[in-house]
């Protein structure tokens, strides 16, 4: 999106609303959120009637951006600064919202991101998403502490220009603690996040939480392979995962996915991609 249309949507609730309808009915064509039938009927007071299932539903139902109760022009001047990396705190002073209010429009865009993951269904529908407070299309926004079951790790995959962060199953970190002692992998550490040297076809396992320092072996005559490479995707998330250890660890998958988006798409404004996220039907077992 031009940033010239974007000023021009963002001035009023009217036009703002119209943009993200945009999003919301890509090709013109409403249907029903809940059987997915194209025959819609309007009812008064911008309420929709599926002729299939019957079900009473609105424009924006069903969608990323009916869960926290912004208006339109909030959404988009929220997105336009979740774009730009800015803090919930300054975010809140910039929109004049309150701090809670954008907490909870930052975590369901970060929900959208997972949700469009290439493993989303895993993720979403799995142990991980449970830890993340997923329950079949709600989504629970005060997650504090520890994570209360398995800790989730993660494969990372570099390839030239993209990378894949691809959550291991049946890997836990008691596994980790057993190659480290007995297969002389590396384990180092940035505040919470744990990650190894090369493993298998990863090019590092990584996770978050779990207090086990003291359970890993210093393994001092090897640098993990991803403190070896001078750019891709550690490098850029490095510094960006600092600013994450005031962040509760259960979270952790969430900024993962996130970095990981960010990172396949630096090249690009990630601004329609978040809309399109944001207008996207929250997925729920059928
Ligand atoms: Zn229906």
Known sequence: MHPREYERHVRCEASARRLLLSYVWKGGKRFCPRCRGGKVYELSDDRLRCAACRYTFHDFSGRFLNVGGLSPRD??????????????????????????????????????????????????????????????????????????????????????????????????????????????????????????????????????????????????????????????????????????SGVSARRFPLYLKELEFRYNHRNESILPILLTFLCSLVPKYE
């Open 75 to 244: 959404w988009l001047r929220l997105v336009r600064l979740f774009e730009l990396e800015l803090t919930v705190s300054r975010m809140a002073d910039q929109l004049g919202l309150a701090y809670n209010t954008v907490y909870r429009a930052v975590t369901v865009i970060r929900f959208s991101i997972l949700a469009n993951a290439l493993d989303a269904s895993q993720l979403l529908f799995g142990e991980v998403g449970r830890e993340l407070g997923y329950d079949n299309g709600r989504m629970v926004m005060s997650r504090s502490g520890e994570p209360g079951g398995h800790v989730p790790v993660f494969g990372i995959i570099e390839k030239p220009g993209w990378t894949f962060l691809d959550l291991v199953p049946d890997m836990r970190v008691e596994h980790v603690v057993h190659f480290n002692m007995n297969f002389s992998l590396k384990v180092t550490r940035l505040g919470k996040i744990v990650y190894t040297d090369r493993f298998q076809h990863y090019d590092a396992l990584m996770f978050c939480g779990g207090d086990d320092a003291w359970r890993y072996a210093d393994i001092l005559d090897r640098t993990p392979y991803l403190d070896t490479l001078p750019d891709g995707f550690w490098n850029f998330a490095r510094t960006r995962l600092r600013r994450f």
